[in-house]
């Protein structure tokens, strides 16, 4: 292992879906060399990995698959290498999705994703609280009411792994976290001073870790 | 919870800001980007660039613009105007827009709004609808209008605003052509109509001139997301201003 980089290559998989700028350029505010690839050799010389994702579950699963994110995702994961789902990117590591029947996720969690309570909106696109229920480094330093941006009509099932959860018709999973993955239902990309906080706490821990491995 | 956004519209003309915006600290002020840092900073929900730009080769300034703000900007912006195709949508997507808002080209050809959605996500499909009240000539009493408010289509706004959820749009920006510049507030009428008749998020817009329009918007209207412009451009209000009046209304927000 290297001596720990001032800027730690951080992998934003692109499996050609969606708005990643945005992803990518909220990393590098917070110091990470981020790269929007699908190469094998940067993913796999990467610190950290992030899995971003808008658009149905089906159609995501198709790219990922097609680029072969699928096996890099994996791969990252079962190295211990800090990995972050956003939004459908969190969505993809489960088993399944009710919103494609039938459709394989990556599987890296168990559960399959669900559809939102009904009697409110379908998408939820909005601003809302996280209520933090299991302690992750990714809140640290932020107090009081913390906002973010959602965009979403399904959402991961309630179990153990569940470190926020959002009231939206009932509560709804904002963020779980099991050993080295971490993921979001809102997009901390996008979610100003309290998601960039989020962003930069994941940087945090990379850093960290590259630090101690060296 | 549900909370109600409260959006900021800049108009773009060749990758400036075409309505004066008097933010005296501003370094410049005919900059989209530096102002939607500042509504962002000011506790904007979601800033809408809506591109006016005519002649086709200076297009590429707002792919200019999309790229710098998502540099700079950590909120969700919608880029309207001139989107024809989904290539149009895709190279904005990719500069770092989140949403597309498509009009006149979603009337001309409704599919695109389905290629869209298709690609993308329903998420990033917003149709913008403008509307006019009419007499007798549509079922609700509401046309839609393209070109900028110019063109008649002979649809009505309801059925139209049905037929995009049906097509895959996640989102609809409605605009009364009647009140928009007028500072009376919105139609919340055909803000209401449309509200009870789809199920996706629909922003009210066209009329904002005072902060309880804003309020009246979400109570009245139903909406889910108040846009405005020049209240905020010209200084009269703060979107933290219009933020408290609408929690002092009872409506819950993201405090700025």
């Known amino acids: 292992m290297t001596a720990a980089s001032p800027r730690p290559l951080v992998a934003v998989l692109d499996y050609g879906i ?5 992803a990518q350029k909220s990393l590098e505010r917070h110091g990470a060399d981020a790269r929007l690839t699908a190469d094998p050799a940067i993913v796999r010389d990467a610190r950290a990995v992030v899995l971003p994702g808008v658009g149905a579950f089906g159609a995501c699963m198709d790219a990922v698959e097609r680029t072969g994110v699928d096996a890099l995702a994996h791969e990252a994961v079962e190295a211990g290498t800090p990995f972050l789902g956003i939004c459908v990117g969190m969505q993809l590591l489960f088993e399944a999705s009710e919103e494609t029947p039938g459709r394989a996720g990556l599987g890296i969690l168990p559960g399959t994703v669900e559809r939102i309570p009904d009697g409110v909106k379908h998408p939820q696109m909005q601003w809302n609280v996280v209520d933090v229920v299991r302690p992750s480094p990714l809140y640290d330093g932020l107090d009081g009411d913390i906002w973010m941006y959602f965009v979403h009509s399904f959402a991961a099932p309630m179990s153990d792994m569940v470190t926020a959860t959002c ?3 009932g509560p709804v999973v904002a963020s779980v976290q099991r050993d080295n993955v971490h993921a979001a239902q809102f997009h901390p990309e996008k979610s100003s001073t309290a998601g960039l906080t989020f962003v930069d706490n994941f940087v945090g821990l990379v850093r960290a870790r590259t630090a101690t491995a060296s | 919870m549900k909370t109600a956004r409260i959006i900021p519209c800049l108009d773009v003309d060749a990758g400036r800001v075409v309505k004066g915006v008097n933010f005296v600290d501003l370094v410049d002020a005919g900059d989209p980007v530096e102002l939607a840092r500042r509504y962002d900073l000011e506790g904007a929900d979601e800033v809408v660039f809506l591109d006016i730009t005519a002649s086709s080769d200076a297009r590429e300034t707002i792919l200019e613009v999309a790229r710098r703000t998502a540099e700079e900007v950590f909120i969700p912006f919608t880029i309207g105007g001139g989107i024809r195709t989904v290539d149009d949508a ?7 827009a989140d949403k597309v808002s498509v009009n006149t080209a979603a009337v001309d050809r409704p599919e695109l709004i389905t290629e869209i959605a298709t690609e993308f996500g329903s998420q990033c499909a917003v149709v913008a609808i403008d509307s006019k009240k009419v007499d007798g000539t549509t079922p609700s009493g509401f046309e839609v209008f393209v070109h900028g408010g110019r063109t008649p289509t002979g649809m009505d706004v309801i059925e139209w ?3 995009c959820e049906a097509l895959g749009a996640g989102e609809i920006l409605l605009t009364s052509m009647d009140r928009d510049g007028t500072r009376d507030g919105f139609d919340v009428a055909v803000t209401r109509a449309v509200v009870d008749a789809v199920n996706i998020p629909v922003i009210a817009s066209g009329g904002v001139g005072t902060l309880d329009h804003l309020v009246d ?13 020049s209240i905020f451009h010209f200084g009269e209000h703060t979107v933290a201003a219009a933020k408290d009046h609408m929690t002092a209304a009872g409506i819950p927000v993201r405090p700025a």
């Open chain 1, 167 to 169: 009231d939206y018709g």
């Open chain 1, 18 to 22: 969606g708005n990643l700028r945005s």
């Open chain 2, 217 to 229: 918007g979400v109570t009245e209207g139903g909406a889910d997301a108040v846009l405005a412009a």
């Open chain 2, 161 to 163: 605003a049905i037929r």
């Open chain 2, 90 to 96: 895709r190279r904005l997507l990719r500069a770092g």
